[in-house]
């Protein structure tokens, strides 16, 4: 009696030996334990990204009662919010709980690369696949930030693996399933179309011609979709999503080498063309070895870069929806190349031939895609410098003069939501492009400000304060009363309105003060305290300082505080010349007793020389063009005969 293998229909289509399964098993599961662990290292911690600030302000609101896109203005997808909710409840409410949500979907997307490659190309083919998704520097970067992007791409890659079952075996409840994962994944966002190519052409090729197969699958999809839309309400779906892109659209403008230096120096720059090579290569042989199933890989691949080349404003987080194309056609073309190997065939051996020069070019990329991923990894609060470590100090300055319940207006969420406090709903998202597309106009954030009665104003940016009826209503109605340098750039200004207990902020503001002073400069402005957050740091590090000022007399003219850390060396290695006017009325306006807090981080390079450093302060007067003298509270005043300009605050030692 002659001995039989016993084969068994695989999950995806695939006839397989059955031994091969628990092998399969163990390597996917060992493939989502290292992702999950990339993604899990260093999770918490301020980023600094507008979108992710966002993201945690919408979630905020939710948990306050409020519902995406009907009441929090929602742009991406009327899924994505309730996606990511779950976790965000279950995980503290943290931006890093919003982040593992992501981590966790982009889990799903390993496993649907996996899948489909392994449909088209067998085992070895999704295994190539979920490597390459793996150490994928654009794919990992994105499933650690709480974005749009990566958790759309999940059920869009399953619902591509789910049609290629179909195409496989010709069971149809295969495309049921990809038609309900496609619905999904454009509610999330829609910027994941492309699959509906792939999909689309999966179902037409299947095992055979099939038009009423692609009705199924998109009558499917549209009935996911349709249910979602008039449920949420159409109308406010085609405003926040419609409307809204094609006003961004039109305000951003379209330009087809911005676009391609984009992806060159986001998509190519990250993922190296090793894996294009290797994409490129897989989608030849795949469609040498297996036409049908090559056709809805280059559909999908196509769709994406047309998808990027034309879409508009388009950012760096786009580029990812490229990239699970590309995993998926490179171990297609591997794995198909192998089995054409172990039956030697002729093209498996030319295939072999045809995969050598992208492998080496891929694995010579390895190197830099490591060191990327490695990068990627690090999101503690100081990773990007002075920018981020700020986030904390503007956070606790929001929470001290608000309290619990307050609504502010913030053009940098993330700071608000790190102090706990609820934006309007509708000024939830205030991207420059929804100011472009002008969604959001001065008008309306006046109105949403004051239906909310808003008492405290955080401003990183002219974003807002570009709007007209908005920068008339805070020049009338608030004052600054904290300055963030930042440089060269425009400093965040936290307002308060004026008919708020100012003596009662100055109290709140003072706890954060940690060495009164009563030094006045030219009889017109005094520094009344200030505060170091540190006397030793090293170099490559910074020190923050924060001032209290108050106003002796009335000014006349704009003063400037200027601070400068000189080196042992005598050279100043960082300084900061910043006007007191918070980029409204200017110091010349302020009347006796008007005070203002100011804080500022000075980097020490890696570069500087160690010892110790000073730290001093000093007023420019703007219009004389000269500083003002020291007339009281220095010590070293009438041991000198020249005039004392800059008053010593600390002495820092550099290591």
């Known amino acids: ?177 990809s038609g309900l994962l496609l619905g999904t994944a454009l509610l999330i966002k829609p910027i994941v179309l492309p699959a509906v190519v792939a999909v689309a052409l999966a179902a037409l090729f299947g095992p055979r011609l099939s038009i009423k197969m692609l009705l199924l699958v998109g009558l499917v999809s549209l009935a996911v979709v349709a249910a979602i839309v008039f449920s949420t309400g159409f109308s406010t779906v085609m405003d926040q999503m419609v409307e809204y892109r094609l006003r961004s659209r039109e305000a951003s403008g379209w330009n087809l080498a911005e676009n391609l230096k984009v992806l060159r120096t986001t998509l190519v720059a990250r993922d190296q063309w090793g894996l294009f090579a290797l994409g490129g290569a897989g989608a030849l042989l795949t469609l040498l070895i297996r036409p049908r199933m090559a056709l809805p890989i280059l559909g999908w691949m196509a769709a994406s870069g047309a998808l990027l080349a034309v879409y508009a404003p388009l950012f760096p987080k786009h580029v990812v929806i490229a990239v699970p194309p590309l995993v998926v056609a490179a171990g297609a073309g591997v794995g198909a190349t192998w089995q054409a190997l172990r039956d030697r065939r002729f093209v498996g051996m030319m295939g072999g031939f045809v995969l050598v020069a992208p492998l080496l070019l891929y694995a010579w990329s390895l190197p830099g895609i490591a060191t990327l991923n490695v990068g990627f990894m690090n999101l503690d609060p100081g990773f990007e410098g002075q920018r981020f470590a700020r986030s904390a100090d503007i956070a606790g300055t929001i929470a001290a003069l608000s309290q619990k319940g307050d609504f502010v207006v913030t053009d940098e969420p993330e700071h608000a939501f790190l102090a706990q406090r609820l934006v309007p709903p509708d000024l939830a998202d205030p991207s420059s492009s929804r100011v472009r597309a002008r969604q959001l106009t001065g008008e309306s954030i006046v109105t949403s400000a004051e239906a909310y009665n808003v008492r405290l104003v955080s401003l990183a940016g002219d974003r807002f304060r570009s709007l007209r009826n908005f920068r008339l209503w805070i020049d009338e109605k608030f004052e600054p009363i904290k300055l963030y340098g930042r440089g060269g750039d425009a400093p965040q200004v936290i307002y308060l309105r004026n008919d708020v207990d100012m003596q009662q902020a100055r109290r709140a503001l003072e706890g954060f003060i940690q060495t009164p002073t009563a030094i006045d400069f030219g009889g ?47 050279q100043t290695w960082s300084d900061e010349q910043l006007s007191l006017g918070g980029r409204g009325a200017g110091l010349d306006e302020w009347t006796p007793g008007r005070w203002l807090f100011q804080s500022s981080t000075f980097d020490v390079s890696a570069t500087a020389p160690a010892g110790e450093y000073v730290l001093r302060v000093g007023i420019y007067d703007s219009k004389a063009r000269a500083d003002l003298p020291i007339t009281a509270g220095d010590p070293r005043l009438g041991s000198q005969q020249e005039p004392i300009r800059r008053f010593e605050l600390a002495r820092i030692r550099v290591q």
């Open 524 to 570: 017109t402005l005094r520094l009344t305290g200030f505060s170091l957050d540190r006397r030793e740091l090293t170099r490559n590090g910074n020190v923050g300082v924060t001032y209290e000022w108050e106003a002796l007399t009335r000014a006349g003219v704009d003063y400037h505080a200027i601070t400068e850390l000189v080196g042992p060396d005598g």
């Open 1 to 177: 009696m002659q001995s039989r293998t016993l084969s068994v229909p695989s999950a995806y289509g695939v006839r397989v030996s059955a031994p091969t399964w628990p092998a399969e098993t163990v390597v996917l599961g060992l493939f989502l334990i290292a992702n999950a662990a990339m993604r899990l290292v260093r999770l918490s911690g301020t980023s600094g990204d507008l979108d992710e600030g966002i993201r945690g302000m919408q979630l905020l609101l939710m948990s306050a009662g409020y519902r995406p896109m009907q009441e929090i203005y929602s742009s991406q997808g009327p899924l994505l919010l309730d996606m990511l909710f779950p976790f965000y409840r279950l995980f503290g409410e943290t931006l890093g709980a919003a982040r593992l949500a992501v981590g966790v979907y982009s889990l799903l997307g390993i496993v649907g690369v996996y899948a489909a490659a392994r449909a088209a190309g067998g085992p070895v083919g999704g295994v190539v696949a979920a490597l390459l998704l793996t150490l994928s520097p654009n794919y990992l970067r994105y499933s650690r930030q709480a974005l749009a992007e990566v958790p759309a791409l999940a059920p869009a890659i399953l619902a591509v693996a789910a049609a290629f079952a179909y195409q496989r075996t010709g069971r149809w409840p295969w495309l049921v399933i």
